[in-house]
């Protein structure tokens, strides 16, 4: 009976999340965003449902929360994680050193502004196959999307030329 009451709910948070007036669950999230990040990291039986309810600042949406799922259907094709950086402000995040690399080569980057952002990432570890990467850590390996988006670069240069 309470693992039907607890997916009814999310089902129904859910329904408000997709719904065209975003000012719903805008309202939702600014009431009860600590909550829902608290269940991400405590409650890891239930972490598939929450994580499509936070949201974020990202490098391409400075005034506009986004959603996990937003952030990965705007991967570009050679992006393999989803990468963050974590700040103790928003400006701080915005003019982090480690920010111009991957923003260079056109890939977001996800600002976890709130203490509790960086928790709940790293008790997600992933998002639909993709890892979460902080790009502050020194280990950052871009591999191949590294390779393919400097080229992607490189050819609208010429085409722009």
């Known amino acids: 009976m309470r693992k ?10 859910l329904g408000i ?6 000012d719903d669950y805008d309202k939702f999230w600014d009431n009860f965003d600590k909550f829902l990040k608290l269940v991400c990291i405590e409650d890891h039986e239930n972490q598939k449902h929450i994580a499509p309810l936070l949201r ?9 929360l986004i959603s996990l799922d937003e952030y990965v259907e705007s991967m570009k094709q050679e992006q393999k994680d989803i990468y963050y950086i974590t700040a103790d402000s928003l400006t ?3 003019n982090a050193p480690f920010l111009e690399k991957i923003t260079h080569m056109d ?9 509790m952002d960086e928790l709940a990432i790293q008790n997600l570890k992933s998002y639909k196959e993709k890892n979460f990467v902080d790009i502050s850590k020194e280990d950052l ?21």
């Not at 974020?56 to 506009?64: A, G």
């Open 92 to 94: 701080s995040a915005k």
């Open 17 to 22: 999340s997709l719904s065209e007036n975003k």
């Open 141 to 161: 390996d871009l591999g191949k999307s590294i390779n393919l988006a400097l080229a992607r670069a490189e050819s609208h240069s010429k085409n722009a030329e």
């Open 4 to 13: 039907q009451l607890v997916r009814k709910a999310f089902d129904m948070i």
């Open 107 to 115: 890939f977001e980057v996800l600002f976890l502004v709130d203490p």
């Open 56 to 64: 974020f600042f990202s490098s391409q949406s400075e005034d506009e």
